[in-house]
């Protein structure tokens, strides 16, 4: 056969492939109706190593490598689990008939959750300065509206959330207030002027990107502030979900937010600021690469792409965030020390002592 003719043939079998994916998610759709109907919940961890386990024994049969099966499977099951999050989270609606208006709705976080609980049936407000284009109704300004929503989301970065926190404050909204910050510290003084004023409010930290659209294996903090029903009516919104919900104190939630984000930041803004400084460039690096260099790359790639302006708050507004950056420092130097001073046995010591922290993970 001609190269032209194979690649026709190949073609074809791309066609049958996308078919075949089309026909499974016909049947997913089923499978998560069903789930929805009797109550059963969306994920099965058992069924899913026994898709794994098969596709790999039917790709070593046929002669296939069984790494390429099960990476192609876990990309379905993926789709399959999105595809069943979704319809169960519409179908599960708390929303009908409510209004929530999201102040900051237009920035990248706001527009998720204008999505999220539009998907639950909230009718969705956005008030935000920004030109972003938006798919929901804008409001000019908030601050001149009547403030009866049901659900108020403060979705702003956090120089500006804690102000308007504190207009809400004065402002009293019956509504249950919800403020999606990164930090809690330079909230902390406004979400005690809504708990004084008798206002519903809680905080809430989605540990995920603007990208996310599966939440499983993701995790919402939620930080109650004061006010325990509130926080139950904001952890509500996610039961159709499975995002992981965790419940702590404001202090405890900064403080490893500081680990969490602080020092993982950190990290990579110290490693592409190695990189930059030593005047190499990256396509000169890549040439003779490592699979740990490829892979700090990708991390540090993503970090200096993001929002430097909410990179720095999180450095620069956590009152625990000291901590973190001194514990930084004082590695490297430590490191230092043991390469200059040829100590291997407390090099490999602290090597191990890494690993049995990281082992113990669990």
Same mark, same amino acid.
């Given at each position: 056969?001609t190269?032209?003719e194979?690649?026709?043939?190949?073609?074809?079998v791309? !066609?049958?492939?996308? +078919?075949?994916?089309?026909?499974?998610q016909?049947?997913?759709?089923?499978?998560?109706?069903?789930?929805?109907?009797n109550? /059963?919940?969306?994920?099965?961890?058992?069924r899913e190593r026994?898709?794994?386990?098969?596709?790999?024994e039917?790709?070593?049969? !046929?002669?296939l490598? @069984? %790494?390429? =099966?099960e &990476?192609?499977?876990?990309?379905?099951i993926?789709a399959?689990?999105?595809?069943q999050?979704?319809?169960? /989270?519409a179908?599960?609606?708390?929303?009908?008939?409510? *209004?929530?208006?999201?102040?900051?709705?237009a920035?990248?976080?706001?527009?998720?959750?204008?999505?999220?609980?539009?998907?639950?049936?909230?009718a969705?407000e956005?008030?935000?300065?920004?030109p972003?284009?938006?798919?929901?109704?804008r409001?000019?300004?908030?601050?001149?509206?009547?403030?009866?929503?049901?659900?108020? /989301?403060?979705?702003?970065?956090?120089? $500006?959330?804690?102000?308007?926190? $504190?207009?809400?404050?004065?402002? *009293? @909204?019956?509504?249950?207030?919800?403020?999606?910050?990164?930090?809690?510290? @330079?909230?902390?003084? $406004?979400?005690?002027?809504?708990?004084?004023?008798?206002c519903?409010?809680?905080?809430i930290?989605?540990l995920?990107g603007?990208?996310?659209r599966?939440?499983?294996?993701?995790h919402? /903090?939620?930080?109650d502030v004061g006010?325990?029903?509130?926080?139950? &009516?904001?952890r $509500?919104?996610?039961?159709?979900?499975?995002?992981?919900?965790?419940?702590?104190?404001?202090?405890?939630?900064?403080?490893?937010?500081?680990?969490?984000? +602080?020092l993982?930041?950190?990290?990579n803004l110290?490693?592409?600021?190695?990189l930059?400084?030593?005047?190499?460039?990256?396509?000169?690096?890549?040439?003779?690469?490592s699979?740990?260099?490829?892979?700090q790359?990708?991390?540090?790639?993503?970090?200096?792409?993001?929002? @430097?302006h909410?990179y720095?708050?999180?450095?620069?507004?956590?009152?625990?965030?000291?901590?973190?950056?001194?514990?930084?420092?004082a =590695?490297?130097?430590?490191i230092?020390?043991?390469?200059?001073?040829?100590?291997?046995r407390?090099f490999?010591?602290l090597?191990?002592?890494?690993? !049995?922290?990281? %082992?113990? !993970?669990?």
């Amino acid at each position: 056969m001609t190269l032209e003719e194979l690649r026709q043939r190949l073609s074809e079998v791309d !066609r049958d492939l996308i +078919g075949l994916v089309a026909a499974r998610q016909k049947i997913i759709a089923e499978i998560g109706a069903h789930k929805i109907q009797n109550s /059963v919940p969306t994920r099965d961890y058992e069924r899913e190593r026994e898709v794994l386990k098969g596709a790999r024994e039917q790709a070593l049969a !046929r002669g296939l490598e @069984p %790494e390429l =099966a099960e &990476e192609i499977m876990r990309l379905l099951i993926r789709a399959s689990l999105t595809h069943q999050e979704q319809t169960r /989270v519409a179908a599960q609606t708390s929303g009908a008939g409510k *209004r929530v208006l999201i102040i900051g709705g237009a920035g990248k976080m706001g527009a998720w959750f204008a999505q999220f609980l539009a998907s639950q049936g909230f009718a969705v407000e956005v008030a935000d300065p920004s030109p972003a284009p938006t798919p929901f109704p804008r409001v000019a300004d908030w601050q001149q509206q009547p403030l009866d929503h049901d659900i108020l /989301v403060v979705a702003t970065p956090m120089k $500006a959330a804690a102000d308007v926190l $504190a207009d809400l404050a004065e402002r *009293r @909204p019956a509504g249950l207030i919800v403020d999606i910050g990164s930090l809690k510290s @330079p909230l902390r003084h $406004a979400l005690k002027r809504l708990v004084d004023a008798g206002c519903k409010v809680t905080s809430i930290h989605p540990l995920f990107g603007p990208d996310a659209r599966l939440l499983s294996g993701r995790h919402v /903090v939620f930080v109650d502030v004061g006010v325990p029903s509130a926080t139950r &009516e904001a952890r $509500a919104l996610f039961t159709s979900t499975m995002a992981e919900q965790v419940e702590m104190s404001l202090d405890d939630h900064d403080r490893l937010m500081a680990y969490v984000l +602080g020092l993982s930041h950190a990290l990579n803004l110290a490693f592409f600021t190695a990189l930059a400084d030593s005047g190499e460039l990256v396509p000169r690096l890549q040439k003779m690469s490592s699979t740990t260099f490829d892979a700090q790359l990708r991390v540090a790639s993503l970090v200096a792409r993001d929002n @430097p302006h909410l990179y720095f708050e999180i450095q620069a507004l956590n009152d625990f965030g000291a901590a973190s950056l001194e514990a930084l420092r004082a =590695a490297t130097e430590r490191i230092q020390r043991l390469v200059q001073s040829g100590d291997e046995r407390g090099f490999v010591d602290l090597m191990a002592a890494g690993r !049995r922290y990281l %082992e113990n !993970r669990s």
